[in-house]
């Protein structure tokens, strides 16, 4: 596949969350191509919680080339975000400023609120769902979300509500 040129960044969860819920194909169809930061890989290949199918999969989508991984070069800024978000989003959140990512996805709390401070545009699992959905690209957002959710994904009742009715417009 030909490389992209866009700067798209990923976080562990979001990626997780795809492979459980079979929906890898999606980063390919959105985006093209996605880069990760080293920490990132280490996360979802080799410290695998369950290192079923779902890190098998991501593995494909690196040695295809889907999936670039890239070195962070400023390792004092990963180290000072790390006294308060894990080394991956650290990581993902350095590496976009480093490289002026065009968007990074990204779940955790205390990292979007980060990339906020940071004026990084961000979106996470759920918004690659909406815009999965939104271009036609799946059938029902809502089905892949239920699925995520039988899968461990929390989402709280008040989120969820809302998110049915975003994706029924």
Known sequence: M???SSKI??????????AKINSLN????????????????????EQARDKDESSADIKELIDNNIIEIKEVKNQTLVRSFQTYLDFGESEVIALALEI????????EMEARE???????????????????HNNDIIDS???????AIEQGFYISD???DKLVQKLSE
């Open 26 to 45: 999606l980063i390919e169809e959105l985006f093209g191509q996605i880069i990760i930061p080293p920490a990132v890989r280490i996360e979802v290949i």
């Open 141 to 147: 957002g809502i089905d892949l979300v239920d699925s």
């Open 114 to 132: 980060t990339a906020d401070n940071l004026n990084l545009n961000k979106t996470g699992f759920l918004g690659i769902i909406i815009k999965a």
């Open 100 to 107: 002026n990512a065009e968007l990074i996805v990204i779940d």
């Open 9 to 18: 960044i990923f976080n562990s969860s979001p990626l997780i969350n795809l």
């Open 2 to 4: 030909p490389k992209n």
């Open 158 to 160: 008040n989120l969820y």
